[in-house]
């Protein structure tokens, strides 16, 4: 159940940026031997989004952040924090502070937090530590990837899979529900389970190969050279067809929710039959759990707010509904967010 002695955390804004040039899976036919036929089926997936290469993460990243903070109505000088969530960033030294200085918000603190497919959940889960202990009052979320940069386009195993955007959600801090022990834990962050297993780190990967060199005499120093994404896909599905639905049914259990009353199920959108397996497993309604897949693709940590953002624009989640944050993927990792949207 939630503590109802810290701050209520809410959740108030939510954006998405998804760039316009679009790849279809028969575009894909020409590039690889597959085809519609073969990739619609298995994946659930029709198109996918292509980040044109002179714009980058940072970009993606404030056009969604720009489109959260509009919607909650929050001015940039109002952040106190900026986390961004992202595996494929060209800065190895981190993004996040250039997000911040493209949006001109000049009293937060800004730094990148990488945990691939689940860095979005990660990353509200971290922020709203920061917000309950009363150290910061906003929080902005974002998650950006662009994978079509770190897949080999030779391989018809992963190319079908990934496409790039960002998603961006404002978090803040209600103090005073706390001192009302009728509404807190009412609102807001509910119930939070995150996992790690590092002893399937091998089945999804973007990895740093290191190249020896000669340096002087026999003294040689290591050289990274960026390697694409590989992955175990059968052993991916079963992973997760098995862990997600317990860490989504272990967070509704500390917030004290049944499955059926939540609204919207917002899940990192790898493969339409892992989402229709959670639904089977948890008992809902398959229309229950969002999915944009079919336009979109893998978007990384992205797809969970991009997903939320389909939703909350087209009026099928709105001010008061639960909902369940839910990511997965390379680490191993995964995570489950309860929620109940807007002030």
Known sequence: MPNNSLPTVR???IGAALPDPCLHN????HIVETSDEWIWPRTGIRERRILPPQL??????YQAATAALAQAQVHPQDLDLILLATSTSADRFGSAPQVQAALGATRAVAFDLTAACTGFVFAVATATQFLQTGLYRRALVVAADVLSRTVDWTDRTTCVLFGDGAGAVLLEADPAAAADPLQSGQHGILGIELRSDGTGSELLSLRMETEARSLVGSLQVGQYRCRPITMNGREVYKFAVHAVPEVIEKSLFRAGIPAEAVQGYFVHQANQRILDAIAKRLQV???RIASVLEHYGNTSGAS????LADWVEKGRFGPGDLGVMVGFGAGLTWGSIVFRWGK
């Open 304 to 307: 969970v707010p991009i997903a």
């Open 285 to 287: 309604d398959p229309a």
């Open 11 to 13: 959740l108030v804004g």
């Open 56 to 61: 980058s993460v940072v970009d993606l990243a």
């Open 26 to 29: 028969d575009d894909l036919s």
